[in-house]
């Protein structure tokens, strides 16, 4: 039984990767190049097992990309600030935490990056609303669900699955494929030098 499972959900990883949109993934690629050339913060946002991405994003492009002296990342995760966090949502409300701690970093041309299954989630809304506003470039990595989060970003990369297992484990995939090959560039740049 439990092999007749792994199977299918080997299959529909598979499926769901092979239908992921290089072009897609090549844009967020570039904007997060861009924002590291220019010295433009990024944050990336999520709730639950998208948070924990968000959280290993933050330390794959803040540390895992470096080489040397290589040019850094300016990356934030603002699920990784647990204490204003959760203050944020005991004294204004849950749905305003991304948005509220936003409001203490976010400048112009900055990048938002909201990693969702669903793709509804009040709080990654309401923040990608105020980045837009404040004109910084907003990213939304979600499932199949479509939710509203797509109508607050400027890209959009749909992973072609509705299975939250997978759509979180092509969250990762897109973090590991994009920081593994600028850390292959850092370390090619390095010897060339």
Request: glycine share 6%; charged share 25%; hydrophobic share 40%.
């Amino acid at each position: 039984m439990f092999q007749a499972y792994f199977e299918n959900y080997k299959a529909d990883f598979i499926a769901a990767l092979g239908n992921l949109d290089f072009s897609d993934v090549n844009e967020i690629y570039q904007v997060i190049e861009k924002a590291r050339r220019n010295r433009q913060q990024v944050f990336v946002i999520g709730n639950g097992g998208s948070a924990a991405s968000a959280a290993h994003w933050g330390c794959d492009f803040g540390k895992g990309i470096n080489v040397g002296d290589s040019e850094r990342l300016k990356i934030t995760t603002p699920v990784d600030g647990m204490t204003t966090l959760t203050a944020l949502a005991n004294d204004i409300s849950y749905d305003d935490i991304f948005k509220e701690m936003l409001k203490n970093q976010i400048s112009e041309n900055d990048v938002v990056i909201a990693l969702s299954v669903s793709g509804d989630s009040e709080n990654l809304i309401k923040a990608l609303d105020f980045a837009k506003k404040k004109n910084a470039l907003t990213v939304a990595i979600i499932g199949e669900k479509k939710g509203r989060v797509k109508d607050y970003s400027d890209l959009t990369l749909i992973i072609p699955s509705e299975d939250y297992g997978i759509v979180e484990d092509l969250h990762m995939f897109i973090n590991h494929v994009i920081s593994q090959f600028i850390k292959q560039q850092n370390n090619q740049a390095l010897k060339s030098n």
